[in-house]
């Protein structure tokens, strides 16, 4: 199984060299078509509450952005030129939402982890493309070029999110050199929760996985602070996890797990919903 094609959200208003370089050396080691993604809405006319109304940008501006898509996708396309196929795509409106929409092409999205909101119109929500575009999302943190594949950890939750992660992330866990099961925090007995771990070892196995082991632990406190302390005991460089959130009023609410992965995970970390 690969990826055959792969899309990178790239920031309109900093610098994305390390994820592009992430996003390349992923396209090629994959021989995937690459394709750049970057969205800026204009200043809206009036903001109220969750309602954001957009006017016309004026000329200046609108030559400006059209200027600033203009040279980022000159440099992303020769950055590419070694790769099967490279595709630029822009547009003036929010980022969020056109990668949103733009997700039908690709298999797999790359982003950045997701930052403070503010109040800018414009911010760029990994979360909303998690939950809305139907396509796994690749979260790289910040000055991370590659991905090693050495050791990677599937958080294990007998959820729907989680078996569809678990499938989506299988062109990753049949490269990796060892993959390791983990259940931390659930309320099943062991009995259930051993047979659900040994369930998921065989549909594994059966994909030509190579399992390292099943780990399960009581969480001492936050379930997210007890799966990063035993990434980093476990040295692993990709996390496997479901995506958990929701919309209300407007507003995009997420599992404390989910939360801390978009925002604060040290390495990559693969999520569905």
């Known amino acids: 199984m690969c990826f055959a094609i792969i899309m990178i959200h790239l920031d309109a208003d900093r610098e994305s060299q390390p994820r592009t370089q992430f996003a390349i050396n992923l396209a090629d080691r994959f021989e995937a ?4 993604v970057v969205g800026l809405a204009p200043r809206p006319a009036f903001v109220a509450g969750s309602l954001v109304v957009f006017a ?5 501006e609108l030559k400006q952005m059209t200027a600033r898509f203009d040279d980022m996708g000159k440099r992303f396309l020769a950055e590419g030129k070694n790769l099967k196929q490279v595709e630029w795509r822009s547009a003036l409106e929010p980022p969020s939402e056109l990668l949103a929409r ?4 690709a298999d797999l999205i790359i982003v950045g982890p997701r930052r403070a909101a503010g109040r800018r119109h414009d911010f760029f929500d990994p979360g909303v493309v998690l939950l809305r575009a139907g396509r796994p999302i690749l979260v790289v943190p910040e000055m991370v070029t590659s991905l090693d594949l ?7 939750k007998d959820t729907r999110e989680c078996r569809r992660a ?6 990753f866990l049949q490269r990796a050199k060892q993959v390791l099961i983990v259940q931390i925090g659930e309320d099943e007995s062991g009995s259930q929760a051993q047979s659900a771990l040994s369930d998921v070892t065989r549909y594994l196995v059966r994909h030509h996985v190579i399992v390292a082991g099943e780990v399960q632990r009581r969480a001492k406190g936050p379930v997210a602070a007890e799966l990063l302390r035993l990434v980093k005991d476990e040295n692993a460089d990709l996390i496997v996890a479901g995506g958990y959130g929701h919309s209300r009023m407007g507003e995009w609410i997420f599992g404390g797990v989910t939360h801390e992965l978009l925002a604060a995970s040290p390495v990559c970390c693969l999520l569905s919903h």
């Open 33 to 36: 078509t690459l394709i750049g």
């Open 56 to 60: 016309e940008p004026a000329p200046c």
């Open 102 to 105: 733009e997700a039908r092409a």
């Open 150 to 156: 050495h050791r990677v950890m599937i958080a294990w």
């Open 166 to 171: 678990v499938r989506d992330a299988l062109p």
